[in-house]
């Protein structure tokens, strides 16, 4: 019989042969124009699973970071360890860096083998040096794929609401303006014309398109850092269009597009006319419970910025926990309810540490305040009982929990884990239902520190446009660290009780959710946008964010 495993030869040449070391790949990834949110599903999943990444930009450095804890927030199992960030814009002595440098650069990653991730902005084709650095990499023998990305040349367009193709016109041509000399009269006709490169330069390819025939009055809009919310966009004509990027000081690397096309920018303009477009957004709240209403505020066009006010932590007397645990597998109590997200992961950390899981509450009825917190109970695969029918809040649950039924309940107790500070509104509420409360400290919330002394100094001078309050204690904790916004900061606070807190410290509240949830915080505060832009726009004045009109005193209410 002929066995099929391999034979292990004892001839000299095999013993002297070694075998071939293996070349690591390098995919290609274009991370688009500069909005993560244009990554490509593929472009994400390399990066999580790269082990050497090449970056040609801080940008790029952030955007990987934030695809990582996205990552982690979203329970993608965990990597070995984090991939190794290499620099491919500028050599050692910070000059930048040439084509050849980076694609030897890249191959010398990919010989220590694993896979290498090269993030090239825009499409690694189209708007990159993609092709050079895969030519290195086809000397080298080592196996590459392309990760197309959105174009620049097509996304900064499409945000600045410009198309580069409609119904009568089709043709368009796209030309990067560098060091290479170009032949303007192929462009001289009425086709819609993309140029990618700095801004500077429109000064002299202006001056060429119209000495090759283009008419001086052609439209041209000039778009810098699109598809973010730092996008500026200065429209213009062929001959005019250098002296307005002058007088508005536009400067660095930018798209331009030279059509009639650029006549419905009036009309298409959606994204730099969002209610909240470039508003810098105060959100002091803890690290973790922000980043919801951090990227509900950026999908209106707001700029949130997170000063952290509250720290969380755990208990000083641990032990009234462990014992409410014990208590609640031992089956001592017939509800448990959450007051808060926090709450709910204090709780879980301690089911963690002590290897339970979701049968624990095997029996239990639970009780949510709100949404946000039903959503908290909701990853351990847990639907709550009781969630407030009406306002989302200790008052609203308390209105809804039925009163204790010696007949139907066959125990009497409720584990309330709450924060250190909590009212005792929820508590005495339960006893008039016949119920007896454990109210245990779950956690304490202690006072941030002060954030870096510049951040104090834009709040006090109006620097932000609007400081958005989920409770109370952030109110407090803010004024208390870095001082009392200025009067021409918007104030929008997430309820009643915060709001009132907010009027107690002398600040003005413009902007109040008509439930408590971070969603409809954000969304009420760009009502409060928009209803402002259409006054400026029925007044004939330019829109204008409230930080750069700072009125010396708040208006009075009305």
């Given at each position: 019989m002929t066995s099929t495993r391999s034979v292990r030869t004892t001839s000299s040449t095999a013993r002297s042969a070694k075998p071939a070391r293996r070349l690591g790949r390098v995919s290609f990834v274009g991370t688009g124009p500069g909005d993560p949110g244009l990554l490509t599903v593929r472009a994400v999943e390399l990066i999580r699973a790269a082990d050497v990444i090449v970056v040609e930009s801080p940008d790029h450095r952030a955007l990987v970071n934030g695809v990582l804890a996205d990552a982690d927030a979203s329970g993608v199992p965990d990597r070995p360890e984090s991939p190794l960030v290499v620099d491919g814009g500028r050599t050692d002595t910070g000059a930048r860096m040439t084509h050849a440098a980076r694609g030897r650069l890249v191959v010398k990653q990919a010989k220590s083998a694993?896979?290498?991730?090269?993030?090239l902005t825009g499409d690694p084709w189209l708007?990159?040096?993609?092709?050079?650095?895969?030519?290195?990499?086809?000397?080298?023998?080592?196996?590459?794929?392309?990760v197309p990305g959105v174009s620049s040349a097509t996304a900064v367009a499409a945000y600045a609401g410009v198309p580069l193709t409609t119904r009568t016109q089709g043709e368009v041509a796209i030309v990067h303006?560098?060091?290479n000399k170009i032949d303007w009269s192929l462009y001289a006709t009425?086709?819609?014309?993309?140029?990618?490169?700095d801004v500077r330069s429109i000064d002299a390819v202006a001056a060429a398109l119209v000495a090759a025939g283009r008419c001086g009055d052609t439209p041209a809009a000039i778009t810098r850092v699109g598809t973010t919310t730092a996008q500026s966009t200065v429209v213009s004509t062929l001959d005019r269009i250098a002296t307005d990027?002058?007088?508005?000081?536009?400067?660095?690397s930018g798209v331009t597009v030279v059509g009639e096309?650029?006549?419905?920018?009036?009309?298409?303009?959606?994204?730099?006319?969002?209610?909240?477009?470039?508003?810098?957004?105060?959100?002091?709240?803890?690290?973790?419970?922000?980043?919801?209403?951090?990227?509900?505020?950026?999908?209106?066009?707001?700029?949130?910025?997170?000063?952290?006010?509250?720290?969380?932590?755990?208990?000083r007397n641990p032990q009234q926990m462990v014992k409410a645990i014990r208590g609640l597998v031992e089956g001592r109590y017939e509800w448990i309810g959450f007051t808060s997200v926090n709450a709910v992961r204090a709780v879980r950390?301690?089911?963690?540490?002590?290897?339970?899981?979701?049968?624990?509450?095997?029996?239990?009825?639970?009780?949510?305040?709100?949404?946000?917190t039903a959503q908290a109970i909701a990853t351990w695969g847990i639907k709550p009982d009781l969630v407030p029918s009406g306002e989302q809040s200790a008052a609203g649950l308390l209105a809804d929990w039925p009163p204790f039924d010696d007949l139907l309940d066959p125990i009497n107790r409720v584990f309330l884990p709450r924060a250190d500070i909590a009212t005792e509104t929820l508590v005495a509420g339960l006893q008039e239902l016949g119920w007896e409360v454990e109210d245990v400290t779950a956690y304490r919330t202690v006072r941030a520190a002060p954030p870096p002394a510049a951040t104090r100094e834009a709040i006090k001078a109006g620097s932000f446009d609007a400081?958005?309050?989920?409770?109370?204690?952030?109110?407090?904790?803010?004024?208390?660290?870095?001082g009392k916004p200025h009067p021409s900061t918007v104030i929008a606070c997430i309820g009643p009780a915060t709001a009132k807190t907010a009027e107690e410290h002398g600040l003005r509240v413009d902007v109040l959710a008509d439930s408590p949830s971070a969603a409809v915080l954000a969304d009420a505060l760009a009502d409060f946008g928009a209803q402002r832009r259409v006054g400026f726009l029925e007044a004939g004045d330019p829109v204008a964010r409230p930080s750069q009109l700072r009125p010396t005193a708040r208006r009075k209410a009305t």
């Open positions: 694993g896979l290498v991730v090269r993030l708007d990159a040096s993609g092709p050079e650095e895969a030519l290195a990499c086809v000397k080298a023998g080592v196996a590459f794929e392309v303006v560098g060091q009425d086709q819609t014309l993309v140029l990618v490169g990027v002058a007088a508005s000081e536009m400067a660095g096309v650029v006549g419905l920018r009036e009309q298409l303009d959606w994204f730099e006319t969002k209610p909240l477009f470039g508003w810098q957004v105060l959100v002091p709240r803890t690290k973790e419970q922000a980043g919801p209403l951090m990227a509900r505020l950026r999908t209106h066009g707001a700029v949130p910025e997170e000063v952290p006010t509250i720290s969380v932590e755990a208990p950390e301690k089911f963690e540490e002590y290897g339970l899981d979701a049968r624990a509450f095997s029996g239990l009825k639970i009780a949510a305040v709100g949404e946000s400081v958005v309050f989920t409770s109370s204690s952030t109110v407090r904790n803010l004024v208390g660290i870095a």
